[in-house]
């Protein structure tokens, strides 16, 4: 028994069953089920206008790539992360790609929205870069300065020791944070790096196998399971979820197993231990799409790529919200705050998810594409999460999303 709820547990920590549970609340929406949200699917062909429009903007060529980290790195046309790297005397790809992903995991676990209020002073353009992007130069700047590093002649690495005592004093500095700038959620931030130190360094079998434990030891262990110098989309979000998922906080557990991004929502059925559970997995797949790029110049070929899915975020969901596929039963639910584990939240997150698969379609047949030739990753960079933004500030001036959660730092 412990052990058929043990593999019931595991089979939510998979893309699969993010995209079934997902699809699943989008059917009870199209029936008319949900407490909270009602679905109007006659407004996605707009929706798909919109995408299209801002992809066409910044991608004219429609050369898009994957929706990752990496994209953030670029600031002006120029890629700060390409700059270090190229230079940097590498032994080996495999080096490379171990830096790649502890630079990757870092700066994604930071990555959790930084308000509308947050902004960072580029040194190297002079510019104040608020949200994502602004995180985004910060943690590289971070990481380029060695801040993870133990070894100042190598700076361009996370050990997991520095991780495990990472000073909250540290990242307050680094993000620029102050009384006139402040920073949603720095300190489960701070818990989050501190946890992952901790965790590396007791699962030296997965993260130290060719160097001393640091995050960028998952790069070793997905690339012992490529079949023929392949690896498929959902295997690396199968081993970050395995692997990483005991540094979430403590929320939801089967038979001993944490479930990490997942939340109750009575409405879904299974026959199994599992009822009742939404699987969402925003954050680590967020991070798998930036690990791709990273095994990709490593040499191996990354498969299956539409298997993992659109991520249930504040941007993607918003657009949907402000479009009005999706519209609150209750008015007044856009001018409250809602806790990330409200039903309200987990029905808007689960419908954003299937919903980004129905306008993936849309978006493709409009162009002629595959999803070979156009995978949800590049649609979601070209893509939705900029529309999402587009009309938030068409609508709102400070650009907020049409709905309030409260965030701990470690959802969005």
């Not at 830096?99 to 960072?120: K, P, Q």
């Not at 997995?281 to 070929?301: D, M, N, T």
């Not at 504040?314 to 657009?319: F, H, S, V």
Request: hydrophobic content about 50%; glycine content about 10%.
């Amino acid at each position: 028994m412990a052990e058929a709820l043990e593999r019931q547990a595991r089979a939510l920590l998979t893309a699969a069953a993010v995209r079934a549970r997902a699809g699943e609340m989008l059917d009870i929406g199209l029936a008319g089920g949900l407490s909270h949200f009602t679905v109007d699917l006659d407004r996605m062909d707009g929706v798909a206008e919109a995408v299209l429009a801002v992809t066409r903007k910044a991608y004219p060529a429609l050369d898009i790539p994957f929706h990752a980290r990496w994209r953030h790195f670029v600031t002006g046309g120029i890629d700060r992360w390409a700059g270090l790297a190229n230079v940097a005397a590498w032994p080996d790809r495999a080096a490379r790609a171990r830096a790649e992903f502890d630079l990757a995991i870092v700066s994604v676990l930071l990555d959790a929205g930084a308000g509308a209020a947050w902004r960072y002073r580029d040194a190297v353009t002079g510019e104040s870069i608020g949200r994502s992007e602004g995180l985004a130069i910060a943690s590289l700047d971070m990481f380029a300065n060695g801040l993870f590093s133990r070894d100042a002649g190598s700076p361009l690495r996370a050990d997991a020791d520095v991780l495990a005592q990472l000073p909250l004093a540290a990242l307050t500095t680094a993000f620029q944070v102050s009384a006139a700038n402040p920073l949603l959620g720095l300190d489960g931030r701070t818990d989050l790096l501190r946890r992952l130190g901790r965790l590396v360094t007791e699962r030296a079998d997965v993260f130290g196998l060719h160097d001393t434990p640091q995050p960028g030891g998952l790069f070793d262990h997905i690339a012992a399971q490529a079949v023929g110098g392949a690896v498929a989309a959902p295997a690396i979000l199968s081993a970050v979820l395995n692997q990483l998922g005991p540094i979430w906080p403590s929320r939801l557990e089967l038979a001993g197993v944490p479930l990490g991004d997942c939340w109750h929502h009575p409405a879904i059925n299974a026959d199994d231990g599992t009822a009742g559970l939404v699987p969402l997995h925003k954050l680590s797949q967020w991070l798998s799409y930036s690990l791709i790029e990273p095994l990709q110049r490593a040499g191996f070929v990354v498969t299956d790529i539409d298997g993992l899915t659109g991520l249930a975020e504040y941007r993607n969901g918003g657009l949907f919200v402000d479009h009005e596929v999706l519209r609150l039963r209750d008015a007044a639910d856009a001018e409250r705050a809602h806790a990330v584990d409200s039903l309200l939240v987990v029905e808007w997150r689960a419908l954003t998810v299937a919903l980004l698969d129905r306008l993936a379609e849309l978006v493709r047949a409009k162009l002629g594409r595959t999803r070979e030739t156009l995978p949800l990753a590049s649609i979601l960079e070209g893509g939705t999460w900029a529309a999402g933004r587009a009309i938030a500030f068409a609508r709102r001036p400070d650009g907020s999303p049409p709905l309030r959660v409260i965030s701990d730092g470690t959802v969005f």
